[in-house]
């Protein structure tokens, strides 16, 4: 099964976790469905790559995320924060940089 946390970080149940260093609404459902369905997590990040014949995508799975969830939405956030950090800074053209994600009054 796949899941992608849709972007409604401000709604019931958020949780503010750091991201690139800074307070940002979260949204804990990843660490939350996994407690309700003892689901193993495998995190996969994908990278649109462009070449002289196209555009072709590729997808990274990294290793089951060992002892998660754990009881702490904050700190199971904060965790995949980190790798989400560590995918956009391979590729941070990719990384949908127009979503207001810190919730700044622009």
């Not at 972007?7 to 991201?19: D, E, F, I, N, W």
């Not at 407690?35 to 196209?54: E, H, N, S, Y």
Request: glycine share 4%; charged share 25%; with cysteine.
């Amino acid at each position: 099964m796949t899941i992608l946390p849709d972007q409604k970080y401000r709604a019931k149940g958020s949780v503010k976790v750091p991201l690139f260093g800074q307070e940002a609404p979260s949204n804990p459902a990843t660490s939350k469905i996994a407690k309700l369905t003892g689901c193993v997590v495998i995190p996969a990040f994908t990278r649109r790559i462009t070449t002289d014949q196209g555009i072709r995508y590729e997808v990274e799975f990294l290793p089951a995320l060992e002892q998660f969830p754990s009881d702490d939405d904050y700190q199971d956030t904060l965790r995949l924060h980190a790798l989400y950090e560590e995918a956009i800074r391979q590729t941070p053209e990719q990384y949908l940089w127009v979503h207001n994600r810190w919730d700044l009054k622009l």
